[in-house]
Protein backbone atom coordinates (compact mmCIF):
# COMPACT_ATOMS: atom_id res chain seq x y z
CA UNK A 1 0.00 0.00 0.00
CA UNK A 2 1.07 3.41 -0.92
CA UNK A 3 0.74 6.65 1.61
CA UNK A 4 1.47 10.10 0.69
CA UNK A 5 1.77 12.80 2.60
CA UNK A 6 1.59 16.29 2.06
CA UNK A 7 3.27 18.50 4.77
CA UNK A 8 5.22 21.90 5.27
CA UNK A 9 7.40 19.66 7.95
CA UNK A 10 8.63 16.81 6.38
CA UNK A 11 11.21 16.14 8.83
CA UNK A 12 8.53 15.02 11.04
CA UNK A 13 8.22 12.08 9.58
CA UNK A 14 11.94 11.00 9.56
CA UNK A 15 11.61 9.00 13.52
CA UNK A 16 8.43 7.44 13.68
CA UNK A 17 8.25 5.19 10.52
CA UNK A 18 11.73 3.97 11.14
CA UNK A 19 10.45 1.51 13.69
CA UNK A 20 8.09 -1.68 14.29
CA UNK A 21 5.24 -2.86 12.07
CA UNK A 22 5.85 0.14 10.28
CA UNK A 23 9.15 -0.28 9.42
CA UNK A 24 8.90 -3.77 8.81
CA UNK A 25 6.43 -3.09 6.61
CA UNK A 26 8.34 -0.93 4.78
CA UNK A 27 11.09 -3.33 4.47
CA UNK A 28 9.28 -6.05 3.37
CA UNK A 29 7.90 -4.04 0.27
CA UNK A 30 4.44 -4.08 1.82
CA UNK A 31 4.19 -0.57 2.24
CA UNK A 32 5.57 2.81 0.73
CA UNK A 33 5.47 5.79 2.65
CA UNK A 34 6.23 8.93 0.89
CA UNK A 35 6.36 12.25 2.11
CA UNK A 36 5.91 15.30 -0.19
CA UNK A 37 7.00 19.10 1.28
CA UNK A 38 4.07 21.31 0.05
CA UNK A 39 6.49 24.24 -0.82
CA UNK A 40 7.52 22.37 -3.87
CA UNK A 41 4.96 23.67 -5.17
CA UNK A 42 4.87 27.36 -4.54
CA UNK A 43 6.70 29.33 -7.21
CA UNK A 44 8.06 32.82 -5.37
CA UNK A 45 11.34 32.80 -3.67
CA UNK A 46 9.87 32.50 -0.15
CA UNK A 47 8.17 29.36 -1.15
CA UNK A 48 4.78 31.00 0.61
CA UNK A 49 2.21 28.41 1.12
CA UNK A 50 -0.24 30.21 3.60
CA UNK A 51 -1.79 33.94 3.89
CA UNK A 52 -3.77 35.56 6.01
CA UNK A 53 -7.83 35.23 5.50
CA UNK A 54 -10.19 37.00 3.91
CA UNK A 55 -12.90 38.90 6.60
CA UNK A 56 -9.69 39.84 8.58
CA UNK A 57 -9.51 37.19 11.78
CA UNK A 58 -5.96 36.06 13.14
CA UNK A 59 -3.80 33.70 11.90
CA UNK A 60 -2.82 32.28 8.40
CA UNK A 61 -4.30 29.95 6.59
CA UNK A 62 -2.79 27.04 3.75
CA UNK A 63 -3.56 28.66 0.61
CA UNK A 64 -5.44 26.05 -1.99
CA UNK A 65 -3.25 26.63 -5.04
CA UNK A 66 0.31 24.41 -3.72
CA UNK A 67 -2.36 21.76 -2.23
CA UNK A 68 -4.16 21.32 -5.68
CA UNK A 69 -1.26 21.06 -7.70
CA UNK A 70 0.31 19.24 -5.38
CA UNK A 71 -2.45 16.62 -5.23
CA UNK A 72 -2.31 16.50 -9.69
CA UNK A 73 0.95 16.46 -9.92
CA UNK A 74 0.98 13.19 -7.35
CA UNK A 75 -1.79 11.72 -8.96
CA UNK A 76 -2.43 13.45 -12.83
CA UNK A 77 -5.52 11.11 -12.86
CA UNK A 78 -7.35 9.69 -9.51
CA UNK A 79 -8.53 7.10 -9.74
CA UNK A 80 -10.86 6.38 -6.57
CA UNK A 81 -11.94 4.18 -4.41
CA UNK A 82 -8.97 2.48 -4.93
CA UNK A 83 -7.03 6.21 -4.90
CA UNK A 84 -8.37 8.60 -2.38
CA UNK A 85 -7.00 12.14 -0.77
CA UNK A 86 -7.55 12.60 2.81
CA UNK A 87 -7.73 15.69 4.76
CA UNK A 88 -6.54 15.90 8.18
CA UNK A 89 -8.95 17.99 10.03
CA UNK A 90 -10.65 18.35 12.91
CA UNK A 91 -14.18 18.88 11.32
CA UNK A 92 -13.96 15.51 9.77
CA UNK A 93 -15.47 12.13 10.34
CA UNK A 94 -13.82 10.45 13.80
CA UNK A 95 -11.22 8.23 12.59
CA UNK A 96 -12.21 4.88 14.21
CA UNK A 97 -11.07 1.03 13.63
CA UNK A 98 -14.21 0.65 10.69
CA UNK A 99 -12.93 3.67 8.76
CA UNK A 100 -9.33 1.95 9.42
CA UNK A 101 -10.67 -1.26 8.10
CA UNK A 102 -12.04 0.48 4.76
CA UNK A 103 -9.10 2.97 4.30
CA UNK A 104 -7.10 -0.39 3.92
CA UNK A 105 -8.73 -1.70 1.12
CA UNK A 106 -7.60 1.79 -1.00
CA UNK A 107 -4.29 1.00 -2.64
CA UNK A 108 -2.81 4.65 -2.52
CA UNK A 109 -3.71 7.29 0.40
CA UNK A 110 -3.02 10.92 0.06
CA UNK A 111 -2.96 13.16 3.34
CA UNK A 112 -3.32 16.24 3.37
CA UNK A 113 -1.77 17.80 6.53
CA UNK A 114 -3.62 21.45 7.81
CA UNK A 115 -1.70 24.04 10.09
CA UNK A 116 -1.85 27.09 11.14
CA UNK A 117 -5.39 28.03 11.19
CA UNK A 118 -6.52 25.55 8.80
CA UNK A 119 -6.54 25.01 5.28
CA UNK A 120 -8.80 27.36 2.65
CA UNK A 121 -12.32 25.80 2.44
CA UNK A 122 -11.67 25.04 -0.98
CA UNK A 123 -9.47 21.99 -0.76
CA UNK A 124 -12.79 20.74 1.07
CA UNK A 125 -14.54 20.50 -2.42
CA UNK A 126 -11.50 18.49 -3.78
CA UNK A 127 -10.57 16.17 -1.42
CA UNK A 128 -12.38 12.32 -1.06
CA UNK A 129 -12.79 12.43 2.73
CA UNK A 130 -11.66 14.91 5.76
CA UNK A 131 -11.06 12.54 9.03
CA UNK A 132 -10.57 14.03 12.68
CA UNK A 133 -8.50 11.66 15.10
CA UNK A 134 -10.77 13.21 18.30
CA UNK A 135 -12.06 16.04 19.48
CA UNK A 136 -9.46 18.20 20.08
CA UNK A 137 -6.94 20.89 18.09
CA UNK A 138 -3.62 19.64 17.38
CA UNK A 139 -1.15 22.45 16.07
CA UNK A 140 -1.20 20.23 12.36
CA UNK A 141 -2.19 17.28 10.62
CA UNK A 142 0.91 15.86 10.64
CA UNK A 143 0.29 13.64 14.50
CA UNK A 144 -3.10 12.67 12.40
CA UNK A 145 -1.63 11.37 9.64
CA UNK A 146 0.97 9.09 11.79
CA UNK A 147 -2.11 7.72 13.49
CA UNK A 148 -4.01 6.81 10.67
CA UNK A 149 -0.68 5.41 8.82
CA UNK A 150 0.17 3.55 11.72
CA UNK A 151 -3.68 2.19 12.34
CA UNK A 152 -4.26 1.27 9.19
CA UNK A 153 -0.71 -0.37 8.25
CA UNK A 154 -1.76 -3.02 10.75
CA UNK A 155 -4.82 -3.96 8.27
CA UNK A 156 -2.53 -4.37 4.45
CA UNK A 157 -2.12 -7.90 4.29
CA UNK A 158 1.54 -9.45 5.15
CA UNK A 159 1.93 -6.51 7.60
CA UNK A 160 1.86 -8.26 10.96
CA UNK A 161 3.30 -11.38 9.33
CA UNK A 162 -0.06 -13.29 10.51
CA UNK A 163 -3.31 -13.18 9.78
CA UNK A 164 -4.29 -13.68 12.76
CA UNK A 165 -2.68 -10.83 14.50
CA UNK A 166 -5.50 -8.29 14.41
CA UNK A 167 -8.68 -10.94 15.22
CA UNK A 168 -8.92 -10.45 18.49
CA UNK A 169 -7.72 -7.09 18.71
CA UNK A 170 -9.79 -4.40 20.35
CA UNK A 171 -12.31 -2.69 17.98
CA UNK A 172 -12.19 -5.46 15.20
CA UNK A 173 -15.28 -7.51 16.56
CA UNK A 174 -16.88 -4.61 18.40
CA UNK A 175 -15.43 -5.32 21.45
CA UNK A 176 -12.42 -4.73 23.58
CA UNK A 177 -9.43 -7.42 24.14
CA UNK A 178 -9.61 -9.70 26.87
CA UNK A 179 -6.46 -8.82 29.60
CA UNK A 180 -3.35 -10.64 28.56
CA UNK A 181 -0.85 -11.97 30.70
CA UNK A 182 2.74 -13.54 30.12
CA UNK A 183 5.61 -15.30 32.44
CA UNK A 184 5.66 -15.11 35.76
CA UNK A 185 2.12 -17.17 36.88
CA UNK A 186 2.62 -15.25 39.88
CA UNK A 187 4.10 -11.95 40.58
CA UNK A 188 3.52 -10.04 44.28
CA UNK A 189 0.72 -12.36 44.69
CA UNK A 190 -1.17 -11.38 41.52
CA UNK A 191 -1.74 -14.57 40.11
CA UNK A 192 -2.42 -15.44 36.21
CA UNK A 193 -5.77 -16.64 35.53
CA UNK A 194 -5.96 -20.82 36.17
CA UNK A 195 -8.02 -21.32 32.93
CA UNK A 196 -4.72 -19.93 30.62
CA UNK A 197 -2.19 -22.45 32.16
CA UNK A 198 -4.86 -25.41 31.41
CA UNK A 199 -3.97 -26.09 27.97
CA UNK A 200 -7.95 -26.17 27.61
CA UNK A 201 -8.16 -24.50 24.44
CA UNK A 202 -11.47 -23.89 24.50
CA UNK A 203 -11.95 -23.07 27.87
CA UNK A 204 -9.08 -20.68 27.04
CA UNK A 205 -11.50 -19.35 24.53
CA UNK A 206 -14.68 -19.19 26.27
CA UNK A 207 -12.89 -17.25 29.09
CA UNK A 208 -11.03 -14.87 26.49
CA UNK A 209 -14.73 -13.90 24.99
CA UNK A 210 -16.19 -13.49 28.41
CA UNK A 211 -13.39 -11.35 29.59
CA UNK A 212 -13.34 -9.44 26.57
CA UNK A 213 -17.65 -8.69 27.17
CA UNK A 214 -16.78 -7.86 31.11
CA UNK A 215 -14.08 -5.15 29.99
CA UNK A 216 -16.36 -3.41 27.26
CA UNK A 217 -19.10 -3.69 29.57
CA UNK A 218 -17.19 -2.16 32.31
CA UNK A 219 -15.26 0.53 30.00
CA UNK A 220 -17.01 0.77 27.01
CA UNK A 221 -20.50 0.17 27.09
CA UNK A 222 -21.07 1.61 24.18
CA UNK A 223 -19.83 -0.64 22.15
CA UNK A 224 -21.92 -3.16 23.03
CA UNK A 225 -24.88 -2.03 21.21
CA UNK A 226 -23.36 -2.66 18.04
CA UNK A 227 -21.64 -5.74 19.16
CA UNK A 228 -22.48 -9.27 16.97
CA UNK A 229 -23.13 -11.24 20.27
CA UNK A 230 -24.54 -14.96 19.78
CA UNK A 231 -26.67 -16.24 22.60
CA UNK A 232 -24.46 -17.25 24.97
CA UNK A 233 -22.93 -14.09 25.14
CA UNK A 234 -26.07 -12.09 25.32
CA UNK A 235 -26.84 -14.30 28.53
CA UNK A 236 -23.22 -13.60 29.97
CA UNK A 237 -24.02 -10.03 29.74
CA UNK A 238 -27.20 -10.20 31.31
CA UNK A 239 -26.07 -11.65 34.06
CA UNK A 240 -23.15 -9.17 34.36
CA UNK A 241 -25.81 -6.33 33.83
CA UNK A 242 -27.73 -8.42 36.92
CA UNK A 243 -24.80 -8.12 39.08
CA UNK A 244 -23.49 -4.71 38.46
CA UNK A 245 -27.30 -3.73 39.24
CA UNK A 246 -27.88 -6.12 42.34
C1 LIG B 1 -4.67 24.42 14.66
S1 LIG B 1 -5.49 23.28 13.61
C2 LIG B 1 -6.76 24.27 12.89
C3 LIG B 1 -8.05 24.16 13.61
C4 LIG B 1 -9.18 24.94 12.93
N1 LIG B 1 -8.98 26.35 13.06
C5 LIG B 1 -10.53 24.54 13.57
O1 LIG B 1 -10.96 25.24 14.49
O2 LIG B 1 -11.10 23.53 13.15
C6 LIG B 1 -4.34 23.06 12.32
C7 LIG B 1 -4.45 21.74 11.58
O3 LIG B 1 -4.24 20.65 12.49
C8 LIG B 1 -4.94 19.52 12.02
N2 LIG B 1 -5.79 19.05 13.12
C9 LIG B 1 -6.08 19.71 14.26
N3 LIG B 1 -6.84 18.96 15.07
C10 LIG B 1 -7.05 17.80 14.43
C11 LIG B 1 -7.77 16.61 14.75
N4 LIG B 1 -8.43 16.48 15.88
N5 LIG B 1 -7.76 15.58 13.86
C12 LIG B 1 -7.09 15.71 12.69
N6 LIG B 1 -6.40 16.79 12.32
C13 LIG B 1 -6.37 17.82 13.18
C14 LIG B 1 -5.73 19.92 10.79
O4 LIG B 1 -5.01 19.52 9.65
C15 LIG B 1 -5.77 21.43 10.93
O5 LIG B 1 -5.90 22.07 9.67
Not at 69 to 96: C, M, N, T, Y
Not at 199 to 221: K, N, S, V
Request: charged letters at 25%.
Amino acid sequence: MIFHVLTIFPEFFEGPFAHGVVKRGQDAGLLDIRIHNLRDWTHDRHRTVDDRPFGGEEGMVLKCEPIFAAVESIWPERHPPGQKVVLLSAQGRLFDQSVANRLAECGELLLVCGRYEGVDERVREFVDEELSIGDYILSGGEVAALVVIDAVSRLVPGVLGCATSTADESFSHGLLEYPQYTRPPEFRGLCVPEVLRSGDHQAIARWRRQEALRRTYERRPDLLALAPLNDEERAFLATLRRSSHG
